[in-house]
């Protein structure tokens, strides 16, 4: 058995076995060697609801990032320093949807890739996510207390002790998303290091978060700027977008996807971005902070443009209502093995964290 067969045994034994199934136990099966695994997609999931789908993908990828995060040093590796470690699994262990990796693992199952041959490059996206989060909430960016109803890194540890995890975490997503488990092929695993690079880069989410810095009024005269919806629109589809896109896209590369297949599920990937950014806006403009696990109205405080502030609310509710439309028409080259991702729009309007 390689180390990529362990692995696997690792992160599926503990739900495979005799006895009534329940809860993730309960999902559809696929064979592999021995043992059975899951896997999104198909019409045999048909019956599964929306949120049993979610928990099952959250708790693959919780098993995978537990495995990457892990004291034990590997091969290249000097040493693990614990306190680095500890304060990493906090910034990423602490549940949540996981929707990115979700979207990747029920986009590469539209081309008949198992859960666990998408897994290394959800996890991947996942530890993208967490940095980017980690770095959002120190003092010089967002300044936050709490992340997901507990202290934030840089509260429960230090500044410092935050930055370096954002690092951490940033350059194991790319060593993970680089490695031979990510792919058989080079040049799949090539590209899919290059399109999350692009993505979470100067011309994705990185530059989509000095762009809203400057929006702010972080820089010049300090007064926040009174930008357009266009202006809104293309930091936003940076800042948040650009992951969610990704997310989407790289279900297509792990799956071998035409190119026209590919642009179906680019555009999906856009039109649900625009449509969490949306989401978030509102629940900052008149969501609950404790059912949000984070402060509320803090884009209003700062003066910060958002679509929420310049249309309205009610606007934003009915362009949640639009995207999400337009969301299932992106699928329709899918039929009916996309249903659970035009149901995954839906959520992501109607969400309240």
């Known amino acids: 058995m390689d180390g990529r067969e362990r692995r696997e045994t ?15 136990d309960a999902l559809p099966r696929l064979r592999h060697g021995s043992r059975t695994i899951f896997r999104p997609g198909g019409a045999a999931m048909s019956d599964l609801s929306l949120e049993q789908r979610l928990a099952a993908a959250a708790r693959l990828v919780e098993a995978e990032l537990e495995s990457l995060l892990g004291d034990d040093v590997r091969p290249g590796e000097t040493a693990r320093p614990p306190r680095l470690m500890a304060a990493m699994r906090h910034g ?21 890739v198992p859960a666990r041959d998408a897994l ?13 989060l980690v770095h959002d909430d120190l003092p010089a960016m967002d300044d936050d207390d709490l992340r997901r109803g507990r ?14 995890v954002g690092d951490g975490l940033l350059t194991l997503a790319f060593e993970t998303v680089a490695a031979p488990g990510a792919h058989a092929d080079p040049a799949v695993r090539a590209e ?14 990185v530059g989509g978060q000095m762009l809203d810095l400057a929006a702010e009024g972080r820089f010049g005269d300090g007064a926040p700027l009174d930008l357009a919806e266009a202006d809104i629109r293309r930091l936003q589809a940076m800042k ?14 792990l799956g071998g996807a035409s190119p026209a297949e590919r642009q179906a599920l680019v555009a999906y990937g856009e039109t649900i971005g625009l449509a969490f950014q949306v989401a978030d806006d509102l629940i900052d403009h008149e969501g609950d902070a404790t059912l949000a696990g984070k402060a509320t109205g803090k884009d209003a405080a700062r003066g910060k443009g958002t679509l929420v502030s310049l249309r ?7 362009e949640l209502t639009r995207l999400v439309a337009d969301a299932a028409a992106r699928l329709t080259p899918f039929g009916g093995r996309a249903a659970i991702l035009a149901e995954a729009a839906r959520f992501i309007a109607r969400r309240q964290a």
């Not at 290394?120 to 980017?132: M, R, V």
């Not at 202290?151 to 500044?159: G, S």
């Not at 948040?240 to 590369?253: D, E, H, K, P, W």
């Open 10 to 24: 690792r992160h599926f034994s503990h739900w495979v076995g005799p006895g009534k199934p329940s809860g993730l």
């Open 192 to 205: 899919l290091a290059v399109l999350l690079a692009r993505a979470a880069g100067l011309g994705g989410m």
């Open 151 to 164: 202290p934030t890194v840089h509260k429960a540890y230090d500044e410092a002790t935050a930055i370096l």
């Open 92 to 112: 990423v262990l602490a549940g949540g949807k996981r929707l990115r990796p979700f979207l990747v693992l029920e986009c590469a199952a539209l081309f008949g």
């Open 312 to 318: 309205g609310p009610q606007w934003a509710r009915d």
């Open 240 to 253: 948040t977008g650009a992951l969610i896109r990704y997310a989407c896209l790289a279900g297509a590369v």
């Open 120 to 132: 290394p490059t959800a996890a991947a996206l996942e530890l993208i996510h967490c940095y980017s």
